[in-house]
């Protein structure tokens, strides 16, 4: 590669020295430090959005007053880049946790809590009719017919809450942390070492696509199986 | 047990003025009857079977179903609809259980039941299977055998055989007479179609549309198991015509554009007034 000169190395990185810098990183424990660290933000905010996400999203459904009155806020802060929060997080929280956990559940809230307004709304009504036909009423007929019939769309958009996730964690570790995956790639740069950060850009590809894969990948592929939308 | 509907009437009211769908309907449906409610589209003849199942609310009167009146949809009136209404993520099996498990029926009883009635329509191979993996008919048949499951005396069915292709329909209308043999239900049954309601029914109810009303009954008083083509069931079919013909061509007179007549082209004749081609 060095003999064609195409570009300077400190421009774009050549995958030899990535490859050793993601092996350094890796062998002083430095990336596996930071994969904790990441991880475990992520795990609370994600799982706070998640709850939070259920809650709002069926409180909506419930109460058609809410729902004509929160459906467009929510909307609108869904299209808010979720880093926008961070110098109120940082303000209220301070520089710690709590700062970039309150911006990953800013995230992706209300990515789920639309995902399960809409999931919800757009069941087949036959369905419901059927079930009450055979005596499901009240929360009998949320467990057993509402939410397994809006199960795909709610996972779809579990799935779009990870992806939102996970870009806040990074922007937030970039911006205000003292460890994680975001705060090694900064370090990169602040080092000029621009092998360092493709390396951590490549580990934030691969852990994002393995958890999408892994996680919401085999689910999703159980319910087309179930419902045989892959018929067509 | 028997269901009595007294003075039921529903009404809608659109931008321009008010529609009666049904006006001032009085039936008793006896235990262990088989009812065909019979009429023209639009009749409001799905609009009494909800109704009857607690589905919808009448506008004025009420529906008494084993002495109490009906508030809501339950399970001492289950319904089975047009389309199967099975649920995509349970397997059959599951699908046939569903109502047992909301009664709280114990696990081994509710499967040894679902497995009977699964036998009655004889699908107990594909119990294992999900729904999308079965054709129509046999949809439809595990939609039936999860209505028996809830032994209730009974059955409501809104065209349930409409969808279907004309063999599946006859093998399920004669293993419908069956069943209704077996289990005494009081099946009350809404078709548009003549000669399934006097394949199946004991008391078949001509609705009238625009308003809504019962304008005749006929009692079918033929040997049951009945085929299809029995020429007594074809002679009766031809009287129940008679008085459905009317309504139909009401409701069409409502429907089509004004230049419409039933009188027109009775015979069919080509341009060149040949009436012979082809003998």
Redesign the interface.
């Known amino acids: 590669m060095d003999w064609l000169r195409l570009w300077k190395p400190y421009i774009f990185p050549s995958p030899v020295a990535v490859f050793t810098t993601l092996w350094d990183l890796i062998a002083d424990g430095s990336l596996g430090i930071a994969v904790l660290a990441s991880a475990k933000r992520i795990i609370i905010g994600y799982g706070l959005s998640i709850i939070i996400g259920i809650l709002v999203g069926l409180t909506i459904v419930r109460f058609k007053y809410l729902d004509e009155n929160l459906s467009p806020l929510i909307l609108g802060l869904q299209t808010l880049p979720s880093i926008c929060w961070l110098p109120f997080s940082i303000l209220w929280y301070g520089l710690n946790e709590s700062a970039i956990i309150f911006v990953i559940t800013v995230g992706s809230t209300f990515a789920v809590s639309i995902a399960i307004e809409s999931g919800m709304k757009n069941i087949n009504p036959l369905f419901i009719r059927a079930a009450k036909t055979m005596g499901a009423k009240g929360f009998n007929l949320y467990r057993n017919v509402i939410i397994p019939a809006s199960l795909p769309s709610i996972v779809s958009g579990l799935k779009q809450g990870w992806s939102f996730a996970w870009r806040a964690l990074m922007a937030g570790e970039m911006i205000s942390a003292t460890k994680g995956l975001g705060q090694v790639l900064m370090v990169g740069r602040d080092l000029a070492d621009i092998s360092q950060v493709m390396a951590v850009m490549l580990v934030i590809v691969v852990l994002g696509v393995g958890v999408d894969k892994l996680i919401f990948g085999r689910i999703e592929i159980n319910i087309r199986e179930r419902w045989g939308l892959d018929k067509a | 047990m028997s269901v009595i509907v007294e003075k039921v009437s529903k009404s809608f009211i659109t931008k321009t003025d008010k529609i009666n769908t049904l006006n001032n309907i009085n039936v008793t449906f006896h235990k262990g009857e088989f009812i065909c409610i019979l009429g023209p589209s639009g009749c409001g003849k799905s609009t009494l079977l909800n109704i009857i199942?607690?589905?919808e609310q009448a506008t004025t009167g009420r529906v008494i179903c084993n002495g109490q009146e009906v508030q809501?949809?339950?399970?001492e009136?289950?319904?089975m609809?047009q389309?199967p209404?099975l649920?995509?993520?349970?397997k059959v099996i599951d699908n046939v259980e569903?109502?047992m498990?909301?009664?709280g029926i114990p696990k081994e009883e509710r499967r040894e039941k679902a497995t009977k009635y699964l036998r009655m329509v004889h699908l107990t191979r594909f119990q294992n299977c999900?729904?999308?993996?079965l054709s129509g008919g046999m949809r439809q048949r595990v939609a039936l055998a999860?209505a028996l499951t809830?032994d209730s005396e009974v059955l409501?069915m809104d065209e349930p055989f409409a969808a279907l292709d004309s063999q599946t329909k006859s093998i399920l209308q004669l293993e419908l007479q069956q069943i209704w043999l077996e289990t005494k239900k009081n099946i009350i049954f809404v078709t548009h179609n003549v000669e399934e309601a006097v394949l199946l029914a004991d008391r078949v109810l001509v609705m009238a549309a625009n308003p809504g009303v019962i304008k005749k009954e006929f009692h079918i008083q033929l040997a049951r198991p009945r085929q299809p083509d029995n020429v007594d069931l074809a002679y009766l079919a031809a009287d129940i015509m008679k008085e459905l013909k009317e309504e139909v061509e009401k409701v069409a007179k409502a429907e089509f554009d004004a230049d419409w007549t039933s009188k027109k082209s009775i015979i069919l004749s080509d341009s060149d007034s040949n009436m012979g081609t082809g003998i």
């Open positions: 199942a607690g589905l809501e949809a339950g399970p009136r289950v319904v609809f389309e209404a649920f995509p993520w349970l569903f109502g498990k909301l009664a999900f729904i999308h993996e999860r809830m409501l």
